[in-house]
């Protein structure tokens, strides 16, 4: 059950982050990439980075494309390596609190989104993905506080509400988890709504 959960957990970080502006290039279509294509791109990026070694931006793109490869060390070293350059680029704190949680450090992800909200507080992904890593740690009123900025952020985001649906179905509160996932089925994002034998009598305008 507690794989599962991991399992999910991850691939909703990296749906989340795929939509902003930070990872969009090295989201899921690298997964359908040609792998010398990647390899093509990381060699141009560590040529890039030889020619001018305090290229932030560089490092994160690089940082990226190693993280989308499951290889979660080096892309963290790359992102230590562009925070050093640029101590206020939210986008390396952002990209390295997800390859973090992929890694499995809820703790070290948490705060590193929290950093990227100081630094950008109107990021919505960030308030999501820390949601996902506060709930994975079990700390599920932090979860459904931090989906509940992302609704701030952006009302019609159907997915934060069937986020902190399941955050509050974990927690125990049935009642606020099943008006979410309605409100969630209603945005197009049925997933809990379904799970929850809601769906049926929603009435979805997607």
């Known amino acids: 059950m507690k794989l599962v ?18 990872l969009s290039a090295h989201s899921h279509s690298m997964e359908t990439t040609a792998s010398g294509d990647s390899n093509d791109e990381t060699d141009r990026l560590t040529r890039a980075i030889e020619r001018n070694p305090k290229d932030a931006e560089a490092y994160v793109a690089r940082g990226n494309i190693r993280r989308e490869r499951g290889a979660y060390s080096s892309a963290i070293a790359d992102y230590d390596q562009a925070i050093k350059l640029d101590p206020k680029n939210a986008k390396a704190y952002s990209a390295r609190g997800v390859a973090h949680a992929q890694w499995g450090d809820y703790e070290k992800a ?75 089925c209603e945005l197009g994002v049925c997933n809990l709504a379904r799970a929850m034998g809601l769906n049926k009598n929603v009435h979805s305008h997607h």
């Open 5 to 22: 959960k991991s399992a999910a957990i991850v691939c909703s970080l990296i749906a989340a982050i795929a939509a902003t502006d930070t």
């Open 110 to 184: 948490i705060a590193d989104f929290g950093e990227t909200i100081k630094l950008d507080p109107k990021q919505k992904s960030a308030y999501n993905n820390r949601g996902f890593a506060y709930a994975y740690s079990g700390d599920y009123e932090k979860a459904i506080a931090d989906f509940g900025e992302t609704i701030k952020l952006e009302p019609s985001d159907g997915g934060a509400y069937n986020n902190r649906g399941n955050a509050y179905k974990d927690l125990g509160d049935l009642k606020n988890a099943e008006s979410d996932a309605i409100k969630a």
